[in-house]
């Protein structure tokens, strides 16, 4: 069975910096591509940042890129979300999703719990 | 980029009574080589992930009860509850996975009348 856990949210101030983990578990890492969706509160869904099968490619959402690195140790099987330059508008719960396969974009039928991550004085 | 529009915002409906959901790509997703729409629907209640009803516009996930389903082609598609129960009260989202970056749908709620 597929399980994803995020760790790593809370409270930071504009500007600051949070990494984010994403446990995973009932598959192997390699050969999948892992992604990060989150949720602004009471607001829908936005693709954040996806890391490919081969570890090799990376894709960032325009409102992300250049503040975000997504990342992962094969020997944890576990991805990260390195954030800097945080904003209030990055306050949202930030959730792990796996589609499966290996694609940059794709359908998502796994889901960890996310973890909130809020920004602000 | 691809833009998703979902309507209309919010819809209640009776028990038992059928529930439409619209969505519309702003370019199509049907990739013409394997002539698939690259379309998925989400529910998601409160305190909880999304989870996913039908991809491929059309093909229903393993587990989701067969009064969801999904229809349309190239831009525009829909999500039908044929018969609405109590636990379906949910926001649905509509996502295209056609092109990166992959783009949600600004969600629909559905609540009982």
């Known amino acids: 069975e597929v399980q994803l856990l995020e760790s790593g949210g809370g409270l930071v101030q504009p500007g600051g910096s949070l990494r984010l983990s994403c446990a995973a578990s009932g598959f192997t890492f390699s050969g999948y591509a892992m992604s990060w969706v989150r949720q602004a509160p009471g607001k829908g869904l936005e693709w954040v940042s996806t890391l490919s099968g081969s570890g090799g490619s990376t894709y960032y959402a325009d409102s992300v890129k250049g503040r975000f690195t997504i990342s992962r140790d094969k020997s944890k099987n576990t991805l990260y979300l390195q954030m800097i330059s945080l904003r209030a508008e990055d306050t949202a719960i930030y959730y792990c999703?796996?589609?499966?396969?290996?694609?940059?974009?794709?359908?998502?039928?796994?889901w960890g719990q996310g973890t909130l991550v809020t920004v602000s004085s | 980029d691809i833009v998703m529009t979902q309507s209309p915002d919010s819809l209640a409906v009776s028990l038992g009574e059928r529930a439409t959901i619209n969505c519309k790509s702003s370019q199509s997703v049907l990739y013409s080589s394997n002539n698939k729409n690259y379309l998925a629907w989400y529910q998601q209640k409160p305190g909880q992930p999304p989870k996913l009803l039908i991809y491929w516009a059309s093909t229903r996930e393993s587990g989701v009860p067969d009064r969801f389903s999904g229809s349309g082609s190239g831009t525009d598609f829909t999500l039908t509850i044929s018969s609405l129960q109590a636990e379906d009260v949910a926001v649905y989202y509509c996502q295209q996975y056609y092109t990166t970056p992959p783009a949600f749908g600004q969600g629909t709620k559905v609540e009982i009348e």
């Open positions: 999703a796996n589609s499966g396969y290996d694609s940059s974009a794709y359908y998502y039928p796994y």
